[in-house]
Each structure stands twice: as structure tokens, then as C-alpha cells.
């Protein structure tokens, strides 16, 4: 299994999965390109938890797809428009990717009568992956580092206004 997107939740997921037997590598935004590739097409599972920035949107594509191995399983639980959608669909269809369980969509919600929902080897959950036990007194905490920063007059990190990260 490789875990693109191996920050603390990455890890968290590793210890999740090794008790199991599941031989895990990671990969980070410093991996070189070639050694991502590598780790990539001898995965039977790929996890996204990247997040959605100018550099990821659409990084899994047809060429990218077409590198995995035949049969391997793309689990989604970063942000929906990682995956080009209509890319996935012909890499399912044409049997080369084995499935995708995708907690995230593009778009998202997905509507009713989209391809996605038609397909047998695709498992769909209502973007629930981020829900843990420590998710409130992350949350809080993250507020009170964002509004001390700011009333100390400073600009907050990942701030985003208009759509844009600052």
C-alpha cells in the first residue's frame, strides 16, 4: 500500500494498517518523481490524502492511472478534484484500475445519475474519512492559533480568502 499524502494522517493511517500486515511506504511532496512512480506501480493500494493546491489538482490522470499496476485499488480521501473524473471512469471501465473507494468527489456532492454511481467496483461514502475521535479539540485548537495570531496582528497560515490560500 502507498500513502500519497504522508503528513501526521498518513502516519496515523500506517499505524492503522500495519497491525494487519499491510507493508506501507509513503509518499511526500519532497519524493522524487521517479521513486513516486516506482512506489506507485508495484502498489496494490494507492490512498490519496493529499490536499487541493495548483500542484496536485488533477495529478491523478490517464498517464498517471495508465502507470499503476493492472488491478490496483485507489482509495480517495484527500480532495475530489485530485483525480481527473472522466480519466477514472475509463481506467475502471477499461479493467486496468481494480476499483476506488472514494470518500471525495469531482464534483462533490456527486449528482444523482452521475457514471460513478454506476459502477460495480466503485465504493462511495459521503465524505466522512476526516471524522475522528480528536476532531473537536483539533478544531478548537486550530481556532485559538488562528484568532491569537490575528489579533496579534499577524496574518494567519492557510488563510484563505477568494478561493486563494495565503
Known amino acids: 500500500m502507498v500513502i ?15 497491525p494487519f500486515g499491510a507493508e506501507v511506504s509513503g509518499i511526500r511532496s ?7 512512480d516506482g512506489l506507485l506501480s508495484r502498489a496494490d493500494w494507492v490512498v ?10 488533477g495529478i491523478v490522470n490517464a498517464e498517471l492511472l495508465g502507470r499503476l499496476k493492472p488491478g490496483a485499488w485507489l482509495a ?3 480532495r475530489g478534484n485530485l483525480i481527473v473524473t472522466d480519466d477514472l471512469l475509463a481506467a475502471l471501465d477499461s479493467g486496468h484500475l481494480g476499483g476506488a473507494a472514494l470518500d471525495v468527489t469531482d464534483p462533490e ?16 461514502t459521503p465524505h466522512i474519512a476526516s471524522t475522528t475521535t480528536d476532531l473537536v479539540a483539533r478544531g478548537a485548537s ?3 492559533d488562528f484568532l491569537l495570531t490575528m489579533q496579534q496582528g499577524q496574518e494567519p497560515e492557510g488563510r484563505v480568502l477568494d478561493g486563494q490560500k495565503y
Open 142 to 144: 486550530l481556532t485559538r
Open 4 to 18: 500519497w499524502g504522508y503528513g501526521h494522517i498518513g502516519h496515523l493511517l500506517e499505524g492503522l494498517l500495519t
Open 30 to 36: 519532497s519524493t522524487p518523481d521517479l521513486q513516486r
Open 48 to 57: 490519496l490524502l493529499l490536499p487541493s493546491t495548483p500542484d496536485t489538482r
Open 76 to 78: 480517495n480521501a484527500g
Open 109 to 124: 456532492p456527486l449528482p444523482e445519475g452521475h457514471p460513478l454511481w454506476a459502477q460495480k467496483n466503485v465504493i462511495i
